[in-house]
């Protein structure tokens, strides 16, 4: 009987507690991204900040350029960039690619801030957006699109398989 209620006890006490620092009860990695875009009325232009977290970039990094780059990297900023192009794309209303002007980057303890300008925006409204950051490394990513100056403000969600989205 004694055994019956040892057995009893572990199970329904040291087994849940086993199975609370089991990987079924960490939390799930949120993967995400999160850019504002603020249009600029005096430069004509679209100002943006893409914040992502430094580990999913630098893994993403590493992946693209088939070797290991981590924010101590000399030249993580010159990667970010050209990742950056590849990524974020947006197109005019007649289908004509924009150019992203780099500004720079900073970033804190997980979070990279990424700095950038699309010139020649005035028709912003009609443009359309990609936004595919991680995607391609991490298939639950979503990256959200905040268009900030706008009343009520406008969100373009992208997540693995969207392409191109209209502004509208």
Same mark, same amino acid.
């Given at each position: &009987?004694?055994?019956?209620?040892?057995? =009893?006890?572990?199970?329904?006490?040291?087994?849940?507690?086993?199975?609370?620092? *089991?990987?079924?009860?960490?939390?799930?990695?949120?993967?995400? !991204?999160?850019?504002?875009?603020? =249009?600029?009325?005096?430069?004509? *232009?679209?100002?943006?900040? &893409?914040?992502?977290?430094?580990?999913?970039?630098?893994?993403?990094? !590493?992946?693209?350029?088939?070797?290991?780059?981590?924010?101590?990297?000399?030249? =993580?900023?010159?990667?970010?960039?050209?990742?950056?192009?590849?990524?974020?794309?947006?197109? *005019?209303?007649?289908?004509?690619?924009?150019?992203?002007?780099?500004?720079? &980057?900073?970033?804190?303890?997980?979070?990279?801030?990424?700095?950038?300008?699309?010139?020649?925006?005035?028709?912003?409204?009609?443009?359309?957006?990609?936004?595919?950051?991680?995607?391609?490394?991490?298939?639950?990513?979503?990256?959200?699109?905040?268009?900030?100056?706008?009343?009520?403000?406008?969100?373009?969600?992208?997540?693995?398989?969207?392409?191109?989205?209209?502004?509208?």
């Amino acid at each position: &009987m004694k055994l019956k209620l040892i057995l =009893f006890l572990f199970l329904c006490i040291l087994q849940p507690i086993k199975a609370f620092n *089991s990987d079924l009860f960490y939390l799930h990695k949120f993967y995400t !991204s999160i850019t504002q875009v603020e =249009f600029n009325p005096q430069t004509k *232009s679209l100002e943006c900040v &893409m914040n992502v977290f430094i580990d999913d970039l630098e893994l993403a990094l !590493s992946k693209k350029f088939n070797k290991t780059i981590t924010l101590e990297n000399v030249d =993580f900023k010159e990667f970010t960039k050209k990742y950056l192009k590849d990524v974020f794309k947006v197109k *005019s209303e007649k289908g004509l690619l924009k150019d992203i002007l780099w500004i720079g &980057m900073e970033s804190d303890k997980d979070k990279a801030s990424l700095y950038f300008e699309i010139e020649n925006a005035s028709n912003y409204k009609k443009f359309y957006y990609q936004n595919e950051i991680l995607i391609s490394y991490f298939p639950d990513q979503v990256n959200f699109v905040n268009f900030v100056n706008q009343n009520p403000k406008k969100t373009l969600i992208f997540k693995n398989g969207t392409s191109f989205l209209k502004y509208e």
